[in-house]
């Protein structure tokens, strides 16, 4: 239960975006800054769902104002938890949070076309599906056992299942397959990481990388939670993953030989105070629950790395944001970008580093970058973003509960249009 709830937690933080709200109708700074890719072709029609407390329906929306462009749906009585579309567009899967199956929905007809029951013995959900061919559909089940799974969409059967040894902290899709960090299943530990291609799980030790969730104590006194989030970030070839946790110390694994190598991350004198506190969360409280950190590996070849540091603080978690560092496994130097950076995720040729305010002001914003690490620009919310996304280079800032949303050109950072839909929707994120 403890780690679920941590779980939850780490992932509404990390849809905290940017500003969506009339506070935020312009960037506040802006930096000029020229693409170093064109932007790619906007859509005319975006994927988008209505939730309520029975469930959702998943709908066809209009790219610029959001609302349904016809009559076709689909309803589902589970809030989804994973979500992947099919090699060729045409279908969507919609992992049901911890009800043990996977939906398949025509997208063209807009029709569910069947379920696929991946088991619902233990509790646990879907932590992410990765549908890699027309014939193989991989789902990463997070639980006590974690499990990886191989379906057929096709036939709607599973073909292969494996537990894992270990808990899922975090997986990564590749070509082909499916990249997993785990924890041991009851306490902080040793991590691992492992590779699925859809018949055989191979995994290897990383014994200088502690990850995983732990509580001391029975009573409300002395009950301490714990964790340890490393940050998982897969090379764009798919050649190396770089696990990132609390520390100057990380572990790069080759993924065809599951070949370990660690460095320590460098930084010029003048900073190296600043680069221990930022991977050495200091103790602010008696009850400490210990950071957390994500990590994404870019086109340009460096290493995003952000997160932040939970402490107690009476009877709320004090939130610390890590800021946003820049790797270098050429030389393994690292770079400070940004101070007030809590999650980190690139998309559309675009750094976006989300941000929040832990205190009763809720304001929350986002800083685009290049893949180099220069700010583009900076937007701030005077209230709490559910959802933030991209298409066609522009991001899509939403606030008011899914009632407003602000177009922005993510190079320049010059909102381009708004919408109000009449019902509030949140658009289908697929990575």
């Not at 005319?44 to 959001?66: H, I, M, P, Q, R």
């Not at 902080?188 to 995983?212: M, N, W, Y």
Request: some cysteine.
């Amino acid at each position: 239960m403890l780690r679920s709830l941590l779980l939850a937690s780490a992932a509404a933080f990390a849809l905290l975006g940017c500003g969506g709200s009339e506070d935020a109708a312009a960037p506040r700074e802006t930096t000029t800054a020229t693409s170093t890719q064109a932007a790619p072709p906007a859509e005319k029609e975006l994927l988008a769902v209505w939730n309520d407390l029975e469930g959702g329906e998943l709908f066809w929306a209009d790219a610029e104002t959001l609302e349904p462009v016809d009559g076709r749906s689909v309803s589902f009585s589970y809030y989804y938890s994973a979500v992947d579309r099919s090699p060729d567009g045409s279908a969507l899967a919609l992992g049901a949070d911890t009800r043990g199956y996977v939906q398949i929905v025509d997208l063209e007809r807009m029709k569910a076309v069947g379920t696929i029951d991946v088991g619902g013995r233990t509790e646990g959900y879907f932590e992410r599906l990765n549908w890699v061919s027309p014939d193989l559909l991989l789902a990463s089940v997070s639980g006590l056992p974690s499990r990886a799974v191989a379906i057929d969409p096709g036939t709607r059967r599973v073909v292969s299942e494996h537990e894992l040894e270990g808990t899922v902290v975090s997986s990564h899709p590749v070509e082909g397959g499916l990249v997993f960090l785990l924890a041991p299943p009851d306490r902080i530990g040793p991590a691992k990481l492992a590779v699925f291609d859809g018949s055989e799980v191979r995994s290897t030790e990383l014994g200088e990388v502690q990850a995983g969730w732990e509580q001391e104590g029975e009573t409300e006194e002395d009950f301490r939670a714990r964790q340890s989030v490393p940050g998982l970030a897969v090379e764009p070839s798919g050649g190396r993953a770089l696990v990132v946790p609390a520390g100057n110390r990380v572990a790069e694994v080759d993924l065809e030989t599951l070949e370990v190598r660690y460095h320590d991350l460098s930084e010029p004198v003048s900073l190296l105070g600043r680069l221990r506190d930022w991977l050495q969360p200091a103790a602010h409280a008696k009850t400490i629950d210990g950071p957390d950190r994500n990590a994404v590996w870019l086109e340009s070849g460096l290493v995003a790395v952000s997160g932040a540091n939970y402490a107690a603080d009476g009877d709320r978690p004090d939130i610390e944001p890590a800021g946003l560092m820049l790797i270098d496994p050429g030389d393994w130097s690292v770079r400070r970008v940004n101070d007030e950076a809590a999650s980190v995720t690139v998309r559309d040729d675009a750094l976006l580093a989300s941000w929040w305010q832990d205190d009763e002001s809720g304001k929350a914003g986002v800083v685009a970058l290049d893949l180099e690490g220069n700010e583009r620009f900076r937007l701030t919310s005077g209230e709490l973003v559910e959802f933030s996304y991209t298409s066609g280079g522009r991001l899509y800032a939403a606030g008011n509960e899914g009632r407003l949303y602000e177009l922005i050109d993510l190079v320049t950072g010059e909102t381009v249009a708004r919408a109000e839909p009449e019902r509030p929707a949140w658009l289908v994120y697929l990575d």
